[in-house]
């Protein structure tokens, strides 16, 4: 559900003369104007030294239990690619030292019934060791899949399934 049907009233004033679209929110008595916009997601590539793509498994909904890339929401004021090198040291223990830019993919992700809007920007990652790797966080395991092997109805969230089938055509 889009979060703005969950608005009944205006939060500045209480009237419930209040319209919205897609992107705002506007009340009619005071004219609080509220946008939505895309927030902003990033997701890694990684390939071991064996050409195999990097996957993990989603521990939490939505989409629990579904291959997923590592990568997560970008905080408030956080550059993209700090957010990727956070989320992958928190999600797998593995520090990333290079970053090359792949594409953006939108999308949108359901958390307990209200839809988020991304866009997630996707690069491909070379880390410095995988010795270190975990799975921790939001991951319950990880899996090293050939390109060619990769089945992507098994990636439960549609733009990580656009990114992966995009960056095998590619390769
Ligand atoms: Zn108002």
Redesign the pocket.
Known sequence: MHVLNKFKY?P????KS?FFDKKHFV?G????DFYINSSGAVAGLIIDENGSLLLTRRKFDPCKGTLDLPGGFIDINEKAEDALVREIKEELNLEIIELNFFGSFPNTYTFKEIDYYTVDLTFECKVKTFATLQANDDVSEVEFIPLKKIDTTEIGLSSIKTIVSTYIEKS
């Open positions: 205006c500045q004033c209480g009237s209040i009340c008595n005071c004219n609080f």
